[in-house]
């Protein structure tokens, strides 16, 4: 139940996170709506403000990373690169604890999640997926937006169960 709770909480953070990415009514998970930015930085400046438990942690947990990029978010670090068409981001808390991972990319879609939309929608388009994961917790949250020729829907996959999440109208 506890998990259930965080990881629904990460989906809600993530939906929120999507009104400042949304471009004609269609709310996608892009890069810009996981950088919490406002504007470019000299990477050997933001570097300095990283605390060094989290790069070591992230050097140890994603060897294979390449063009790491790190920023400073409100409750601690994130660091975020690309491989093989997959945006992942991975959040540490203050003193370098890894927090969270979000990946973002379509072929994290599953071919049983896609049975579970298809049974349940219809004439659907998969617009974007993301998979959440606390660090504490084994769960991973699933949100995909999809659309269809009336709206965009946002829904939830959380232990095989589907929820909508948000649906706006066209």
Same mark, same amino acid.
């Given at each position: ?11 809600? =953070? ?13 709310? =996608? =998970? ?24 989290? @790069?070591?942690? /992230? ?21 975020? /690169? ?18 969270? @991972? ?59 169960? @589907? ?8």
């Amino acid at each position: 139940m506890r998990q259930t709770f965080y990881a629904f909480g990460i989906a809600m =953070l993530i939906i929120s996170s999507q009104a400042s990415a949304q471009k004609n009514e269609t709310a =996608l =998970l892009i890069k810009s709506s996981v950088l919490d930015v406002a504007g470019p930085e000299n990477a050997s400046s933001v570097m300095a403000d990283i605390s060094a438990t989290a @790069v070591e942690r /992230f050097k140890t947990d994603f060897r294979d990373a390449k063009e790491v990029e790190w920023k400073v978010i409100s409750n601690g670090y994130r660091a975020y /690169f690309q491989q093989n068409e997959l945006l992942t981001a991975v959040d540490y808390d203050n003193k370098g604890k890894l927090y969270s @991972v979000i990946r973002y990319g379509k072929s994290l879609l599953s071919k049983e999640m896609k049975k579970m939309l298809d049974k349940r929608f219809v004439d659907v388009q998969v617009r974007e997926v993301s998979e959440v994961k606390i660090a504490d917790f084994a769960t991973r949250v699933y949100v995909i937006v999809m659309e269809d020729n009336v709206s965009v829907k946002t829904v939830q996959i959380l232990e095989d169960e @589907v929820k909508v999440l948000q649906e706006t109208r066209k």
